[in-house]
């Protein structure tokens, strides 16, 4: 019996030695709570397994916040873009719109790189088929990105200064898409740099300031009776001493150009020619009594168109853009009580020209079309102010022009509704919300950022009452300029024009790109006008 019993021993202790080594295993490689798990490369230990978290549900983004107001947007859910370190502004390198994403770049303290655009990156594109036009741009924020895109490079670069805005305000651009563009052609700021001078430093910062708020002209009325303000090598005797040079009118020019801005230049004729008939003293007008007519070249005489068409073509080379001033406005002879009786030589001039029923106003007329003729000989197509325009004359002022609309004061004054039913492009001066004349002169008052933005309107040409709707659209409107004028130049320095038209140029860019009423009140948007610069 005894080897039995001994063998049935040996298997019992076999079978809890082995029972022993399976629970010692299990332990060990089962994790234990809140203890690490098994080790892991290296030996280190690894982190117990545990679920992903839910994913974060975001509610749909509000419209980002800038001036002007975009137009369309189509709010995602996500957390949006913000610029940080290692993100880049993304172009082809040597393409198109470098410069743009350069620009962006440096503003955002993000670097500028090419090549595909990844997650924190923003991405700049040519894309013919964006609607909007020129100007128009279409901006997604996905996936921590953000791609701007238009069909144009002015409208790229409008995308991005809805970006740079954005995040100024908030520090982010939210998720979703903008679809944007302007409602008006033109949009801008007129400086009247004769009267006063305005040095080239704050005529840049204007710019600067513009490209940000999507304006895109800069007028220049460089002539007047008081200065004349651009160096010239072919009359340098009738150029003030405090002038700005033709190479810091270039460098202003390539900088607008940069920025998406056009100058347009004005010399004023035939009116408000005093500084340059000081230096041609044989070309100022005389009245009957044989006194001279202030600041009134004679139209009479041949040589003074001459003098005029060699100062525009002069200046031509330095002003690339579209368009080109020709003034028209105010010629003293007109505003006589009887202009053939004080000046009845110019009367004789126009019969002999126009036939018996011609009289002043036709050789005034005739004066502007050939200065037209000049300027369109040169590319662009001329504006003139409403009061050289006109009516009821032989002599009909030539076509292919815009009319400049600022007053219904003058004498024979004309609704805007006239212009435009007789087929006249009318760009807005409305001198009772845009003009800002220095010292406040002739019961002209400095205008406000919130009458602007409040009761004004692309198609509130005179006065406060808007033309009717079917005149009023953008092919018969083509946009609107605040008008700085330096009457009493002393009244203000350049720094407090610079503050005084702050707010009325942001209240002009916002209505000008959408001319809707704006849907924000007032101090909301006095205090992003803040926040965003």
Not at 248 to 271: C, K, M, N, Q
Not at 375 to 386: H, S
């Amino acid at each position: 019996m005894a080897p039995k019993v001994r063998n049935r021993t040996v298997m019992v202790v076999l079978a809890v030695a082995v029972t022993a080594a399976v629970v010692l295993l299990v332990t060990q490689l089962a994790p234990r709570s809140g203890t690490n798990g098994p080790p892991g490369p290296g030996g280190r230990p690894q982190p117990p397994a545990t679920s992903p978290p839910p994913p974060r549900e975001y509610r749909l983004a509000e419209a980002p916040r800038t001036i002007p107001a975009v137009r369309e947007w189509r709010a995602g859910r996500g957390p949006g873009w913000r610029p940080v370190g290692g993100g880049r502004v993304v172009a082809e390198r040597g393409g198109p719109l470098e410069d743009e994403a350069r620009l962006l770049a440096g503003e955002l303290d993000l670097e500028y790189g090419d090549g595909d655009a990844g997650p924190g990156d923003v991405e700049l594109a040519l894309s013919p088929d964006t609607p909007g036009g020129r100007e128009g741009y279409e901006l997604t924020t996905e996936d921590n990105r953000v791609r701007i895109r238009g069909s144009a490079r002015a409208g790229v670069f409008y995308g991005t200064r809805t970006l740079l805005q954005s995040v100024r305000e908030r520090g982010e651009m939210p998720e979703g898409t903008v679809r944007d563009r302007p409602d008006r052609a033109q949009r801008g700021l007129m400086v009247d740099i004769a009267r006063k001078h305005f040095p080239a430093d704050w005529l840049a910062d204007r710019i600067r300031e513009m490209a940000d708020l999507k304006l895109n002209q800069l007028h220049l009325h460089f002539s007047d009776d008081q200065a004349f303000r651009i160096e010239s090598e072919t009359s340098p005797e009738m150029v003030a001493e405090r002038h700005l040079t033709k190479r810091e009118v270039r460098e202003l020019v390539r900088l607008a150009r940069s920025r998406h801005v056009t100058v347009v230049p004005e010399i004023d004729s035939p009116g408000h020619l005093g500084a340059v008939l000081e230096a041609h003293p044989e070309l100022k007008l005389r009245n009957a009594a044989g006194q001279e007519v202030p600041g009134a070249i004679d139209i009479g005489n041949p040589e003074s168109g001459r003098l005029i068409d060699r100062l525009v073509r002069e200046y031509a080379p330095l002003f690339p853009g579209a368009y080109w001033h020709l003034g028209g406005d105010e010629y003293r002879p007109l505003t006589a009580s009887d202009p053939e009786a004080n000046h009845p030589r110019l009367h004789r001039i126009a019969r002999e020209r126009f036939g018996a029923g011609a009289g002043v106003a036709d050789l005034a007329t005739a004066w502007l079309n050939d200065r037209a003729a000049t300027v369109r000989a040169l590319g662009y197509t001329p504006q003139v102010w409403n009061d050289g325009m006109h009516a009821g004359g032989v002599v009909k002022p030539s076509a292919g022009r815009e009319v400049a609309y600022w007053t219904g004061k003058e004498i024979g004054a004309r609704q805007p509704e006239e212009y435009l039913r007789e087929g006249w492009s009318l760009v807005n001066f409305n001198d009772e919300y845009l003009y800002y004349v220095l010292g406040e002169p002739h019961d002209f008052i400095y205008p406000t950022g919130e009458r602007i933005y409040r009761e004004w309107s692309p198609a509130v040409l005179r006065g406060s009452r808007a033309v009717p709707a079917e005149l009023a659209g953008p092919d018969r409107i083509r946009g609107a300029r605040l008008a700085v004028w330096c009457d009493r130049a002393g009244a203000q320095t350049v720094e407090e024009v610079a503050a005084g038209i702050r707010l009325p140029l942001r209240a002009l860019a916002q209505r000008v790109w959408d001319p809707r009423p704006p849907e924000a009140p007032w101090p909301d948007f006095a205090e992003l006008a803040r926040k965003v610069e």
